[in-house]
C-alpha cells in the first residue's frame, strides 16, 4: 500500500490523457490497416504470383495490426476506467487532509490515525472515512493496474521495442531515399483529394493530382510555410491523363535585392516533385481539375513567404484549356511588379487522338524568357512523354533579372489562342471571360467557350 505522501502526489488526470491518445493511436491503426488492404486487395490491379503474394502479406499485415490495435483499445479502456474509479477516493482523502488533519492529529506511513479527542466530531467522522478511501483508491488501483500492465505486455508481444525502433528507422530511410514517400505525406495528399473528389485516389492519375492538391510544403528549406494552391473544375476528357506543367529555376542561387534567392538547383526531370518548382499546374483530363500551386520562395538568409497566383482557365468543348497565370515572387523589389517580374504566361493545353489508345497533347502559347518550363504527359497508368522542354533563356545566376520581363512563343504559339478569343460583335461575349481559379474546398467551374 502506498503512503499518505505518496498518495497526495499522485495526478490520475493524466490516465485520461494517455486514455484518449491509446484510442486515438488504435483508430488510426485500423483506418491504416483497412485502407491498406483495400489498396492491395481492390484497387490495385495484380496478376499471378506476385499479386497473391502481395494479397497474403496485406492479409497477415491487416491481423497483426488490428491485434495491435485492440492491444490500444485495451490500454485505453483500462487507463480511463483506473481515471474515473481512482478520481474521487484521492480527491476526498485530499480533501480530508487538508481540512481535519491538524495538529495534534496524526496520520502515520500505515494510514493510522491517532490524536483524534472525539471521534464523533465532524473532524473524527471524516477521519473515520480514511480507512474506507484508501481501501477503495488501493482496490481501484489493482484492479485497473493489472490491466493496464497486461495491455502493455500485450503491445511489448504484438510490437516489440527492437521492431518499432527498426520500422522507425526503416521509415527514415526511405523518406531519405524518396521524400515523396514519406507516409503523413502520403495520407495528408490522399484526404486533399477526398476533400475535393469524395473518393480516396486509386489510379495513378489520382495519385498525381493528390500530390498537387496536398496542402503542406515537406521541404525543411521551406519552414513548414505552406504553397498557395488554385482550382477550378473544367469538362473531363477520358483517357487523356493528367497533364503536368512545371516553371523552374535550374541554379541554386538567382540574384535579387537585397538578398538572393534560392533555386530550385535542377534540370527537366519528367518525374518532377511538385514542391520542386517555382509554380506547377496541374491539368487532370481523368477527374476535370485544373491545378496551380505556387510554392514558396526562400532568401539565402532563409527567409520563406508564399505569394499568391492570379491564374484563369477557358475550356473549349473539344477538350481544350487555355490557362492565363501570373505568378510573382513575394522578395521581388518594390517597383518591378511595374516591369514585369513576374512567372507569366498564356498556355494551352490541347487533346488529341494520337495512335489508337495513345492519348496526346499538344501545347502552345506565350510565357515569359524565364525561368524554365516543362511539360509533360501521364496515361492512366503512370508513364509520362515529354510535351513541352523550354530551356530559360539564361540558367544563370542573373536569369530572373535579365529575361523576366520579356516573352517568347512556344510550341504552337499564340496561333492556339484563336478559338478562345472574344467575338465582340456577340451581345453575350461576357459569359466566355475566363474563369479565375478559386480554393480546393470550393472549385469553380471553368467557362466551357460557346
Given at each position: 500500500m502506498a503512503t499518505p505522501n505518496e498518495v497526495l502526489s499522485w495526478d490520475v488526470s493524466e490516465l485520461q490523457a494517455i486514455?484518449?491518445?491509446?484510442t486515438e493511436i488504435?483508430?488510426?491503426?485500423?483506418?491504416?490497416?483497412?485502407?491498406?488492404?483495400?489498396?492491395?486487395?481492390?484497387?490495385?490491379?495484380?496478376?499471378?504470383?506476385a499479386g497473391r503474394a502481395a494479397e497474403d502479406k496485406a492479409d497477415r499485415e491487416r491481423t497483426q495490426m488490428r491485434a495491435i490495435a485492440t492491444a490500444y483499445d485495451d490500454l485505453g479502456a483500462a487507463a480511463a476506467g483506473a481515471a474515473r474509479d481512482m478520481a474521487h477516493p484521492l480527491a476526498e482523502i485530499r480533501t480530508v487532509f487538508q481540512h481535519h488533519v491538524v495538529a495534534p492529529v496524526t496520520v502515520a506511513e500505515d494510514w493510522t490515525v491517532s490524536g483524534v479527542k472525539d471521534w464523533s466530531s465532524e473532524s473524527g467522522v471524516q477521519l473515520s472515512r480514511l480507512a474506507g478511501l484508501v481501501s477503495a483508491l488501493?482496490?481501484?488501483d489493482a484492479r485497473w493496474g493489472a490491466k493496464i500492465g497486461q495491455a502493455n505486455q500485450d503491445l511489448d508481444a504484438l510490437a516489440p521495442e527492437a521492431v518499432l525502433i527498426a520500422a522507425t528507422a526503416a521509415t527514415a530511410d526511405t523518406k531519405q531515399q524518396d521524400p515523396r514517400a514519406d507516409p503523413d505525406r502520403l495520407r495528408t495528399s490522399a484526404a486533399a483529394f477526398t476533400q475535393v473528389f469524395g473518393r480516396a485516389p486509386s489510379s495513378a492519375t489520382d495519385w498525381k493530382t493528390a500530390e498537387a492538391l496536398n496542402p503542406n510544403s515537406y521541404d525543411t528549406k521551406y519552414q513548414g510555410v505552406p504553397p498557395n494552391i488554385k482550382v477550378a473544375k473544367i469538362e473531363p476528357v477520358p483517357g487523356q491523363g493528367i497533364v503536368r506543367a512545371a516553371a523552374y529555376i535550374p541554379a541554386a542561387q538567382v540574384f535579387n535585392v537585397p538578398e538572393y534567392d534560392l533555386g530550385d538547383n535542377r534540370s527537366e526531370d519528367p518525374n518532377f516533385d511538385p514542391e520542386h518548382a517555382r509554380v506547377v499546374t496541374y491539368v487532370d483530363y481523368e477527374n476535370g481539375l485544373i491545378i496551380t500551386r505556387q510554392n514558396p520562395s526562400v532568401t539565402t538568409s532563409g527567409e520563406v513567404k508564399v505569394g499568391e497566383p492570379e491564374v484563369a482557365a477557358q475550356q473549349?468543348?473539344?477538350?481544350?484549356?487555355?490557362?492565363?497565370?501570373?505568378?510573382?515572387?513575394?522578395?521581388?523589389?518594390?517597383?518591378?511588379?511595374?516591369?514585369?517580374?513576374?512567372?507569366?504566361?498564356?498556355?494551352?493545353?490541347?487533346?488529341?487522338?494520337?495512335?489508337?489508345?495513345?492519348?496526346?497533347?499538344?501545347a502552345g502559347g506565350e510565357i515569359t524568357d524565364y525561368p524554365s518550363m516543362e511539360i509533360y504527359q501521364d496515361n492512366s497508368a503512370g508513364t509520362n512523354r515529354p510535351v513541352l522542354i523550354d530551356a530559360a533563356d539564361s540558367g544563370s545566376q542573373w536569369g530572373p533579372f535579365a529575361n523576366l520581363p520579356s516573352f517568347h512563343e512556344v510550341g504552337g504559339g499564340k496561333a492556339m489562342f484563336e478559338p478562345f478569343e472574344a467575338d465582340f460583335s456577340d451581345p453575350d461575349w461576357e459569359q466566355n471571360k475566363p474563369t479565375p481559379l478559386g480554393s480546393s474546398s470550393n472549385p469553380p467551374t471553368t467557362v466551357v467557350v460557346r
Open positions: 486514455a484518449g491518445r491509446a488504435a483508430d488510426v491503426i485500423i483506418a491504416a490497416s483497412d485502407s491498406m488492404y483495400s489498396t492491395i486487395h481492390d484497387d490495385l490491379v495484380w496478376k499471378g504470383q488501493d482496490d481501484a473549349l468543348p473539344n477538350g481544350s484549356v487555355l490557362i492565363q497565370y501570373d505568378a510573382a515572387n513575394p522578395f521581388a523589389p518594390p517597383g518591378s511588379d511595374l516591369s514585369g517580374h513576374s512567372v507569366n504566361g498564356e498556355l494551352v493545353i490541347a487533346p488529341s487522338s494520337g495512335n489508337p489508345g495513345t492519348p496526346r497533347v499538344v
